[in-house]
């Protein structure tokens, strides 16, 4: 049974950082597509950053610049380091699992797993 572990989420300051973590069990981490995306309250999920088994990354246009993700296929663990962060970040962030970074990023109502979710929230 796949398990997506988050951790790293809080409360920061408007332009602050905050790292990410989500720990893959149960699957064959290295041959998938892992992501994150976010659902704000009251708001749709949102596709936030994918990267592929070879290290291949695609971010949404309103993360660019800002968040980077990786991975660590030998700790079978993907981090997502968010600099410069805005009030309008705040959301809760979902590690996820799919065979398609496209289907991360595009529809993450639609994935084939995800974990329970941290908390990140911005102030200004």
């Known amino acids: 049974q796949v398990q997506l572990v988050e951790s790293g989420g809080g409360s920061v300051q408007a332009g602050g950082s905050l790292r990410l973590s989500c720990a893959a069990s149960?699957?064959?981490?290295?041959?998938?597509?892992m992501g994150w995306f976010r659902q704000a309250r009251g708001k749709e999920r949102e596709g936030v950053a994918a990267i592929d088994s070879a290290g291949g990354t695609v971010y949404a246009d309103s993360v660019k610049g800002r968040f980077t993700i990786s991975r660590d296929n030998a700790k079978n663990t993907m981090y997502l380091q968010m600099n410069s962060l805005k009030t309008e970040d705040t959301a809760s962030y979902y590690c996820?699992?799919?065979?398609?970074?496209?289907?991360?990023?595009?529809?993450?109502?639609?994935?084939?797993?995800w974990g329970q979710g941290t908390l990140v929230t911005v102030s200004s």
């Open positions: 996820a699992a799919d065979r398609l970074c496209w289907q991360i990023l595009n529809r993450p109502d639609a994935l084939q797993a």
């Open positions: 149960g699957y064959s981490y290295s041959s998938n597509c």
